[in-house]
């Protein structure tokens, strides 16, 4: 797309700090890291997240997260893997990516506070409701 950012990062029109690149992905440094080092793994296709990749395009995207997170895992303690997906999720660029954080044992990130449990019929209504959603 002509107006998508991470297209123009892939064509080369908007300048990035490259950390890997191959036919199908790059790997860039996000501008904005939460830990040093903080990487971005795009697929060079376009679209929007996961929820619309073609299933052809995980593999290769899923090889690339798993190269740079070898070598983040040693530059830092441990990562976190995510995709931020549609705006609820937090998603700030429409273009498939997912973020590589390098993580210390000692760096006082919370990404995910809990926020209670299910009692046992909450539970069962989740579930249905999800299992359902996958049989559509
Ligand atoms: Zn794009």
Not at 34 to 55: F, M, R
Request: hydrophobic share 40%; charged share 20%; with cysteine.
């Amino acid at each position: 797309m002509s107006d998508c950012l991470f297209c123009k990062i892939v064509k080369g029109e908007i300048p990035s700090f490259k950390v890997y690149e191959d036919a199908q992905t790059l790997a860039i440094l996000d501008i904005a890291p939460v830990n040093k080092g903080h990487t971005l793994v795009i697929p060079k296709q376009h679209c929007v997240s996961i929820v619309d990749a073609p299933e052809e395009l995980l593999l290769p995207t899923m090889k690339t997260i798993k190269k740079v997170s070898i070598a983040l895992a040693q530059y830092a303690e441990g990562v976190n893997i995510t995709e931020n997906v549609n705006k609820a999720g937090g998603q700030l660029v429409s273009h498939i990516h997912f973020h590589i954080i390098p993580r210390y044992l000692q760096d006082g990130l919370q990404l995910w506070p809990s926020r209670g449990g299910y009692d046992k019929e909450e539970a069962l209504a989740t579930l249905a409701a999800i299992r359902k959603l996958l049989k559509e």
